[in-house]
């Protein structure tokens, strides 16, 4: 599975940014696919995911800002970020999991974009 992300940049506080992602190659077995963040010495953390049958999961820290929607196809989703505030700054990658058995998932990481909110 190789995924493609899109968007982010620098936007002030209470803007708007959309992230879109890609999926290509093996996706039919694709469980799980969303956005996660990451800034400097801290541990990446799970932002938005939609899962299977397309219920969907958000990080407390954004649940009521952020949503994250399937695109025109399966394989794409985007993450609508609105009302955006510094604490946002991160890099955000586009992530997703791949049943490759009855119990067994492989995880996919995209490249990392760089959202920034300034003050």
């Known amino acids: 599975v190789q995924l493609q992300a899109s968007g982010g940049g620098l936007v002030q506080a209470g803007g708007s940014l959309r992230l879109s992602c890609s999926a290509s190659?093996?996706?039919?077995?694709?469980?799980?696919i969303g956005w996660y963040r990451q800034v400097p010495g801290k541990q990446r953390e799970l932002v938005a995911i939609?899962?299977?049958?397309?219920?969907?999961n958000y990080a407390d820290s954004v649940k009521g800002r952020f949503a994250v929607s399937r695109g025109n196809t399966k394989n794409t989703v985007h993450l609508q970020m609105n009302s955006l505030k510094p604490e946002d700054t991160a890099i955000y990658y586009c992530y997703a999991e791949e049943r490759v058995g009855i119990d067994s998932y492989e995880d996919y990481w995209g490249q990392g974009t760089q959202v920034t909110v300034s003050s």
């Open positions: 939609l899962s299977t049958g397309d219920s969907t």
């Open positions: 190659g093996r996706t039919a077995s694709i469980t799980a």
